[in-house]
């Protein structure tokens, strides 16, 4: 097993069948009805759980449909839209979204490729260490908020209790209380929490080099810090924009984090938090819907970048 | 010669040292705010106001008071229900659906694995006002069911993906001596396949289990009643008597039996999580 997942990370190559040519000489198979048949649960629950809702919140924008009477709603064409552009909260929830999302990943990627690199060296206790930065990534979402918060608090929290014993600042910081501190706070936190995820991806990456490249450089005693920017980070460079685009996408969904560690005022609000408190909040359905929506298209825009880059090891598995 | 040779060694020990430090820098950082978590939480009273780096206090009252209060087991419960559901109807859809994903070729196999990718990037609150027509059409809010089904668009394209780059890594060789001692494709799947897949199922398994234990936003919109929630959602609307005196002590301990098992889980399956976790997602 454990053989094949190293071929597989190096490209393994896979059966391949000459057109035309029947998959197994067993004649009773049907192959076409047997792969579908196979894949029909599947396709079954990624159409009721996925598909149907995503084109019903699609359909929901355009209507004016309330939690309570979604039964009953009339067409308004694309009114919730433009009530969302002349929405000045919407925009400061898209720039807070922008904001910890443009500053939130690149501050991942480094801190990962740091921690891979030191997961890569053979050292004793490097499993230790492995297990140990696994364990932000471990903590569910809501107790690692929870968790900052208590630490961030104002008053009683360590974090400014610790800066003051250090001499860093005189007086506490209302890390949470303060609306352009939050995001500080949501930054931090989401760094802590998804950089172990960040570094196993690139370890993952930094694996899959051809390993004599190192050797070569070890013998000829080229200094580390040539060898990063001469042959790691070039070779990892398709790794790493895969790795950051998907951070990107996953923090332009950010919702747990800023619903726990913000007061929960719009100054501070992330686009999926505008379109869950005016969906459920407000009960205002279409409106919600449109900033749903509206969050999809961002996506969508980013998700076409990140599958066109997936797109090569797509050809990998066929 | 032996002053350059001390030199060298002195050299290579700063080295070490270097990146000693820099480990237990990187180690404290993942570390201290779990650290801090269990610390608080065996502060009872006052004491939780403490600012003692060390654990001064070892007092249980906050764990009891946790174990004492319903909604919370009652919570701890659903949690455990809803993710092992999830878990288990995610597996069975995605083995079956991955056999032929891995091991044939066939027009529309490249579109179904570009549909799940998709929908791995689909922001879980642009389903959730059809999702929650979906649910109250089923008849199902505020019951489980309604949060294992809506799971299931976070955990099955995942699946999906790492389970078929599991079976791919199968050898052929497997499969063709099945063929040759006539086994038709389900005798391949059941017989020869499952079998060998027992360990990396068990371990996208548990990654569907921690995402479904994890999960807030569906569990937090599509269950009402106290007695329907689970654990994420009763710690983020965990409130003190008063709105000002939130119950830290009482969070921390509950944070902390929250987090143990899955810390003690991936501890133990470290390296298969790993394996599963780059398996399936982005590579270059």
């Known amino acids: 097993m454990k053989k094949n997942e190293m071929q597989e990370m190096n490209g393994g190559k896979l059966i391949k069948m000459p057109k035309g040519q029947k998959k197994t000489s067993v004649k009773k198979d049907n192959p076409w009805l047997n792969n579908w048949l196979f894949l029909a649960p599947c396709l079954l629950t990624l159409a009721l759980c996925a598909g149907w809702p995503l084109l019903k919140t699609i359909y929901f924008s355009f209507t004016d449909a309330a939690l309570d009477s979604l039964n009953d709603f009339e067409f308004i064409g694309i009114d919730n839209f433009i009530n969302l552009a002349r929405d000045q909260d919407w925009w400061i929830a898209v720039k807070n979204t922008f904001v910890i999302t443009v500053v939130a990943v690149p501050l991942e990627t480094i801190l990962g490729m740091m921690i891979a690199l030191i997961l890569h060296k053979n050292f004793k206790g490097r499993g230790w260490m492995r297990a140990i930065v696994l364990v932000p990534w471990t903590i569910p979402t809501i107790v690692s908020a929870r968790m900052w918060a208590w630490m961030l608090n104002d008053v009683y929290g360590i974090v400014n209790e610790l800066l003051i014993r250090v001499g860093i600042i005189d007086s506490p910081i209302p890390w949470i209380a303060s609306n352009t501190l939050s995001i500080v706070s949501i930054i931090l936190v989401d760094v802590w929490k998804t950089t172990p995820y960040m570094a196993l991806l690139l370890l993952a990456g930094l694996q899959s080099l051809p390993q004599d490249c190192f050797e070569a450089a070890e013998v000829d005693s080229i200094p580390f810090r040539k060898v990063l920017m001469k042959i790691i980070l070039p070779l990892m460079k398709p790794t790493i924009i895969v790795a950051m685009v998907f951070r990107g996408l996953e923090t332009f969904k950010i919702f747990d984090l800023v619903y726990i560690l913000s007061s929960g005022n719009s100054a501070t609000a992330t686009m999926s938090v505008f379109a869950r408190k005016h969906l459920v909040d407000y009960a205002d359905v279409g409106f919600g819907s449109a900033a749903a929506t509206a969050l999809l298209f961002f996506i969508a825009f980013l998700s076409i970048f990140y599958i066109s880059f997936n797109r090569k090891k797509l050809n990998k598995l066929s | ?284």
């Not at chain 2, 089923?138 to 995942?158: G, H, Q, W």
């Not at chain 2, 059941?190 to 897949?197: A, G």
């Open chain 2, 1 to 284: 010669m032996i002053k350059a040779e001390n030199k060298w060694k002195y050299k290579r020990l700063l080295k070490n040292a270097a990146f000693a430090g820099v480990c237990l820098v990187v180690a404290a950082c993942c570390l201290f705010p779990f650290y801090w978590a269990v610390v608080s939480s065996f502060r009872d009273g006052a004491n939780i106001f403490s600012t003692d780096l060390w654990p001064t206090h070892l007092s249980f009252e906050n764990y009891k008071t946790v174990f004492k209060d319903k909604t919370f087991l009652c919570s701890f419960w659903n949690s455990a229900a809803v993710a092992t559901m999830t878990a288990f109807l995610t597996l069975a859809v995605c083995l079956f659906a991955a056999y032929p994903l891995a091991r044939h070729r066939f027009p529309g196999r490249k579109r179904v694995l570009m549909i799940a990718l998709g929908v791995t990037t689909l922001p879980q609150v642009a389903v959730l006002s059809g999702m929650f027509e979906l649910i109250r059409v089923l008849d199902i809010y505020n019951e489980k069911a309604a949060l294992v089904l809506s799971y299931m668009i976070i955990t099955v394209p995942f699946t999906l993906w790492t389970m078929t780059n599991f079976m791919k890594s199968i050898p052929k060789e497997i499969e063709e001596a099945a063929i040759m001692d006539g086994a038709n494709q389900r005798t391949i799947l059941m017989k020869v396949f499952f079998p060998i897949l027992g360990p990396a199922t068990v371990t996208t398994g548990l990654l569907a289990f921690i995402a479904a234990w994890n999960e807030f936003l569906f569990a937090l919109t599509f269950t009402l009643t106290n007695q329907a929630r689970t654990v994420p959602v009763s710690l983020a609307l965990f409130s003190g008597a008063s709105q000002h005196e939130v119950p830290y002590g009482l969070i921390m301990a509950a944070s902390v039996l929250v987090t143990l098992p899955l810390v003690v889980l991936v501890v133990i399956f470290q390296r298969r999580i790993i394996s599963g976790l780059t398996v399936g997602s982005v590579k270059g």
